[in-house]
């Protein structure tokens, strides 16, 4: 089942990172520096003030899929409407991951077979995600938190599985996963935009390296 192997991926693969401003060219070459880098989860994200339009990221979505749909598991970021979900589904999308938790779009999400992963920050708010349909619950800003509040969290709700999402950079992810996150939402700290805008793709490799490594030292450890 399709569904069911997005969730493993996310689980195994541990970083889903976060594509946003960029053109189709950038998009498509730091797609390919990060598959190199053995980054196997992408979202492309809507605008929340609708610059670029909903339309022309469901069309970056759709030519990543077309792309790299083979070879990495494709996601929406956020997704605030159930609209924006249909588009992202038609675009080939796999995961719909969004910065809150709205029980229309997590509905939607789940009518249509794809993995849903909306935020929350209180114990309350990821305890209703979860009730509605949430695959995982992406703990959002995380890093503006110590990693001891996502492990008091975490602890009475160990039946949900949270992704750190928020500030987290390679020194402190292994911190984040220590405290009970089954993987992590990325975006400057590998896709920079100053690299992509000297062409540096390379540094967006090295960087999506260094993560996976701290990831799986602390997987190795645990």
């Not at 520096?33 to 003030?49: D, P, W």
């Not at 610059?51 to 077309?66: G, K, N, Q, T, W």
């Not at 924006?84 to 229309?104: C, F, R, W």
């Amino acid at each position: 089942m399709k569904r069911e192997e997005v969730i493993g991926s996310i689980t195994d693969n541990k970083i889903i990172v976060i594509l946003r401003g960029l053109t189709r060219d950038e998009l498509m070459r730091t797609a390919e520096a990060l598959y190199i880098g053995g980054i196997r989860l992408c979202e492309v994200t809507f605008s929340a003030v609708g610059s670029p339009s909903d339309a022309e990221i469901a069309d970056d979505i759709r030519a990543l899929v077309a792309a790299y749909g083979d070879k990495m598991h494709i996601g929406a970021g956020t997704v605030l409407s159930p609209a924006q979900v249909d588009l992202a589904a038609a675009a080939g999308a796999e995961y719909i991951i969004s910065p809150d938790t709205d029980p229309d779009v997590i509905g939607r999400t789940r009518e249509l077979g794809l993995v849903s992963v909306p935020g929350a920050l209180s114990p309350s708010e990821a305890t209703a995600a979860n009730r509605a349909g949430a695959d995982f619950v992406k703990l959002f800003p995380a890093g503006e938190f110590p990693p001891s509040y996502l492990k008091s969290v975490v602890t009475p709700l160990s039946h949900i599985r949270f992704l750190a999402v928020g500030a987290i950079t390679e020194n402190n992810i292994a911190d984040y996963m220590r405290a009970g996150a089954v993987g992590a939402g990325i975006s400057s700290g590998i896709v920079s935009k100053k690299a992509v805008a000297a062409g540096d793709y390379g540094y967006i490799t090295s960087q999506a390296r260094k993560y996976l490594a701290a990831v799986s030292a602390v997987m190795d450890a645990i």
